[in-house]
């Protein structure tokens, strides 16, 4: 069993910054992919940005070039940084995690291919 923590989230103006961290705790020894998701009110969850224990990552197009995810295994952290925030990517941001699987690197962004979850955290983009 994996637990995820999430903060990080809060309110900013569109072109701000802002950086998502999330804790895991549990079995963390094991090698893991792990993926930032995002959900706004209406629309279904989708996939950012993802990054495995031996550092492989993925990224959706519209992230590409403003957001970087990274991981600290000593800290059992993952992080997204995020620039330049648009009032559409206002959501509940997601962290979740599997054990990493050779015929699935880079990480998948796909929110079935994940069992692990934390309980979210904001992200509140004004124009």
């Known amino acids: 069993q994996v637990q995820l923590v999430e903060s990080g989230g809060g309110s900013v103006q569109s072109g701000g910054t802002l950086r998502l961290s999330c804790e895991g705790s549990?079995?963390?020894?094991?090698?893991?992919?792990l993926v930032w998701f995002r959900q706004a009110p209406g629309k279904e969850r989708e996939g950012v940005a993802g990054i495995d224990s031996d550092g492989a990552t993925s990224y959706t197009d519209v992230a590409k070039g403003r957001f970087t995810i990274s991981l600290d295994n000593a800290k059992n952290t993952l992080y997204l940084q995020m620039n330049n925030l648009k009032p559409e990517e206002q959501a509940m941001y997601y962290c979740?995690?599997?054990?990493?699987?050779?015929?699935?690197?880079?990480?998948?962004?796909?929110?079935?291919?994940?069992?692990?979850w934390g309980q979210g955290t904001q992200v509140t983009v004004s124009s």
């Open positions: 549990g079995n963390t020894y094991r090698r893991y992919s």
């Open positions: 979740a995690a599997d054990p990493m699987k050779i015929d699935k690197r880079p990480p998948t962004l796909s929110t079935s291919d994940y069992n692990y």
